[in-house]
Each structure stands twice: as C-alpha cells, then as structure tokens.
C-alpha cells in the first residue's frame, strides 16, 4: 500500500480546525484490480469508512449534501451558493460540486415523484383512485407554461423549452380581509407547485399526483384555471372529469388586446375603446353577443399575428361565463400561477446569460417547488435520509 496524506482545514464557530485525511492505494496493479471487483473503488479512505461516508456520493454526509442541496436551489446561482456555505457554514466547497449535489439530490427526488405520478395515473386508469366527496368548498387546479433557455436546439433550431407548472390548492387555504380602502383582498396560506420541462403526456401525471395529495375528489367543486390551450382542455377531460374549466381572465384580456392592434391597424383611438368594451361585455357574461360580433372576422388573418379571436373564444365558450363565476364565489385570474412562474422559474433560472441542460434543470425546479410548496422537510428530508 502506497500512503497519500491530505492537510484539510474546516471554519468553525469556534475557529479552524485543521486535520489530515490519509488516502491508501495498492501499489501492485493486480491489487489495484483485485479492489476494484470487490469494492469498485481504487484506494480506501480509513476516515471516510470511519464516517460512515465511504460508499456516499461525492464523500460527504447525507446531510451535508441536504444543506448544499438547499443552498444550490436557492440562491440565483450555484457561484452564490458557494458564497454563502463558505460565510455561513464554514464549508469551502466550488460551485461545480454544488451543482452535481443539487442535481443529484434534485433527481433522486424527482425520480420519487415520477413515481408517485405513475402510481396515481395508473390507479386512475384502472379504477383504484378512491374519490369521495366529504368536503364543501373548492379545490383549485391552475396550469400554465414558461420558456426555459436550455444548450441544446430543436428541431426549430431553437434553445427553449417550455416549463410546465402546476399549482394546487382549496378554498380551506385561502384568508380573506378587508382593506383600509374597503377593498377585498385574499392570501393562500397553503399551496404545492410542480415543474415539467417536457411533454404534457409525463406532465399531467405529476399534476393528478399533486391534485390528489390536495384532496381531489373529496371537495365538491373542482376548478381548472389555465390559458385555453387545447393540451389543458384535453387534459381535463381526462383527468379532471366534471371539473370546471375556466379561461383566465387575464389571458382572456391579453388576447384580446394582441387581436385588436392588428385589427385597427395600431391606431390606439380605435383599438383601445374596443377592447375596454369587449372586455368589459366578457366580464358581465355577454360572451355570446361579442361571438356573434366576431364572426365577420373569422376569416381574417393578419401578418406577424396568430391569434384568431373569434376561434380562441368559440374554443372555449363553455369556460368563459365569468359573470357566473364570480357569482359563486370561484377565482377568474391566474395571478396565483403566475406568481408562481416568477418565483420556480425566472428567480433561479432566469437570470442574465443563463443557459441550462434539461437534465440540470429539472432536479433544480424539482428542488424549488418542494421548497416553496412547503414538503421540504417531508419529500426531501425524510426521503434522501430514510
């Protein structure tokens, strides 16, 4: 055996602590073999075994790989991260390893999800999904996409990639007040996100999974909000049966202003009324009459413009009654999800230059939607320990 001794300094509350960390390696080739087909390593580390941290990933502690983890999914960059571990734990660490714990703790995690994802699909599929309404109130479905700048092109040539993000939560979680000014306001105290990035076939079982961990099923309405793509109507209809969808209204609006420039040429003194009073007319529930109204232009195509009004309305005319909505009760904007776009996404992995591998990015936004959705104890923790 060949002896390699390493000096290594660690910051403490109470000062550094210096140490040695002796590193043993056959010197013979056939030894040198003969441990890699026993043990499948090239030298033995007497304190790693000592440590119990020997067979671990990257020779560290369980929990030195949480806390590195955490770091790495939280702040803007990994380079931060290992800013902040250094100030704050005493742990010198570069980000290059930060990013390999991150993403190894982040794809353990996500590859539990994608189970439980499957398990509940399946169990949809075959009859299993125990689904008995004992609760009044609301239980709140929102979905929606955002573009990721990834290293690799499509077929396009393009380096984006859409995230897809659900949110779940009921009306048990959401506190209601009064404002000095006499308006209504509201807090959802409770919520759990998930994050995709890729197809909708795999995305919509992690979303049945989390909708059911919020209690889908057991409330007696169920409301899907989400921008009025044809791949959320579909999906409802499969997963969701008898949930209300609603075309948000934000959306809605949003549309409708992109349609009416074109129409009017830019000229804001035609475009702008317009759009107040169709808008104003979808808020009061006269979506017929704007429909009818529309049908004139529902041949008319415009350059650089890919809406079609009149088609984006009628696709939808069964989830745009907004009037009634409101009536009972029922949330018409997705302010919630897209709040929720700003903090799982564009917070960590939007910044300025940033380019990600879809393999790094997912245990990353895995990683924040624990977090912010609260189970990070419970989905993390627990898990990686246990």
């Keep these: 055996m060949t002896n390699r001794r390493a000096e290594r300094g660690l910051v403490t509350s109470q000062g550094e602590i210096r140490y040695f960390r002796d590193v043993l390696c056959p010197k013979e080739k056939t030894d040198r073999e003969k441990l890699m087909e026993l043990e499948n390593r090239k030298s033995i580390a007497p304190l790693d075994i000592h440590l119990g941290i020997d067979n671990l990933p990257f020779k560290m502690t369980k929990l030195a790989m949480l806390e590195i983890a955490f770091w790495g999914q939280n702040q803007t960059s990994f380079q931060r991260a290992s800013d902040i571990l250094n100030k704050k734990c005493g742990i010198n660490i570069n980000y290059e390893t930060i990013r390999l714990v991150t993403s190894y703790v982040g794809s353990m995690v996500f590859e ?13 599929n075959n009859g299993g999904l125990t689904l008995e309404c004992n609760k009044k109130g609301v239980l709140y479905i929102q979905t929606d ?9 499509d077929k396009s040539g393009s380096t984006w990639r859409e995230n897809k993000l659900g949110e779940v939560f009921s009306s048990d979680n959401i506190r209601y007040w009064t404002d000095k000014k006499g308006k209504k306001q509201h807090q959802i105290t409770k919520k759990e996100y998930i994050s995709y990035v890729g197809s909708v076939s795999e995305f919509k079982k992690h979303l049945l999974a989390c909708a059911v961990r919020g209690g889908y099923g057991s409330y007696e309405k169920t409301v899907v909000l989400g921008d009025g793509a044809a791949w959320i109507r579909n999906m409802v209809k499969e997963l969701f049966h008898g949930a209300q969808q609603i075309l948000d209204f ?13 129409l009017f040429n830019h000229n804001e003194k035609l475009y702008l009324p317009w759009v107040d009073d169709v808008c104003k007319a979808l808020k009061q529930g006269e ?21 079609n009004l009149y088609n984006y309305i009628n696709s939808n005319i069964d989830n745009i009654d907004y009037k009634d909505y409101e009536e009972q009760g029922y949330f018409i904007g997705s302010g919630a999800i897209e709040s929720g776009n700003k903090i799982i996404l564009q917070q960590r992995l939007k910044q300025a230059g940033m380019r990600w591998n879809v393999t790094t990015a997912q245990p ?23």
Excluded: P
Aim: proline residues 0%; charged residues 35%; hydrophobic residues 35%.
């Design 112 to 124: 539990e999800d994608c189970r439980k994802a499957e398990c509940a699909y399946s169990k949809l």
């Design 145 to 153: 996409g955002a573009q990721l700048n990834t290293r690799t092109k």
């Design 250 to 262: 934000f959306h809605m609006s949003e549309n409708v202003n992109i349609y009416a420039r074109h």
């Design 287 to 307: 979506y017929k009459r704007i429909l009818l109204e529309l049908e004139k232009y529902k041949e008319k195509t415009f350059k650089n413009c890919s809406i």
């Design 364 to 386: 990353v936004l895995t990683l924040r939607t624990k977090w912010e959705s609260e189970r990070w104890d419970s989905d993390v923790v627990n898990f990686i320990l246990n």
